[in-house]
């Protein structure tokens, strides 16, 4: 779960393709994630052999419970599963959760040697051993830096801020399983049909599901896929359709690259925002405009905006501190 405390060390993670691939490229993983709008065929269609879904929910107290899914717990669950022991860790963990379980897959010596060390343990000892890797918090915190302003001690009234949670679907021993960091055990789905769709068809049926125990019109859920990196077989491919001459699929494979490229390039540009501390420029914006003393009428436009967004929230029903 992720909230707004951060006494963990551990900061917030954004749902964000662009921050999951550059995690995944930190573990030594030659994974992917990419947004998802819909689970039908065609949606995932670019994103096959699709390896996980990772879904993130508004969380609510005794929400997601396996009866309101068709789901079980299992406590017999014989792959990796780790407990969330620390605030907002559960992005990192949803995704540990995954690979540990996914056959066969690379993942870097750092990984290796915190799942070597994990063997064996219960959920609960997994969860601290994995929650104390120095390495793997500071990996987790690089596109989240921490709040460098404070508004403790100013008297603000608070309110209690919504909290959101990131899980996992994935195939694994023959099921679809969704591992939860904050329930007791695994939960099964139940076996799925290699043919077809395969495991995907039953994690849709699941999260649908899900989607519905909350109010009609609920927007606050993501989905991202996690999928093998398509650009070395697109270099392949583009490779053989040149030394055979066929200039239409060549011409195709070249533009799907060039997509590909493009959304890395954007996703590195983004992430380096991300990384930036921006308290210095703010204080010299906010000097700027006080020495040209303009920084009260700021200060009261901001005011009057941010009053115009409760009075719009509280219109639908949404609570939203002024302060």
Known sequence: MSGDDDSSGWQLTESD????TELLKTLGVPLVVDDLYSLDATSLAPFQPLRALIFLFKWLPGAGEPDSTGGAYDPAFSGFFAHQVVQNACATLAVLNALANIPDLTVGSELQELLSFTTGMDAQTRGMAVTSADWLR???NALSPPSSISLDGLGSSK???DAYHFIVYLPALGAVYELDGL?????THGPYNDGGEGWVARAREVIEARIATYPPGSLEFSLLALHDDPLPELQAQ???AQSSGDGAREAELAQRLADEHA???RWAFENSLRRHNYVGLIHSLALALAKAGRLDSAAEGAR???RKRV???RKKGQAMDED
Not at 183 to 187: A, D, E, F
């Open 17 to 20: 393709p662009g921050v999951f």
């Open 138 to 140: 500071a990996a987790h």
């Open 159 to 161: 309110t209690t801020e």
């Open 183 to 187: 329930k007791q055990s695994p939960i």
């Open 238 to 240: 583009l490779a053989e």
């Open 263 to 265: 959304k890395r390039e």
């Open 304 to 306: 009057s905006a941010m």
């Open 311 to 313: 009075e719009e929230h």
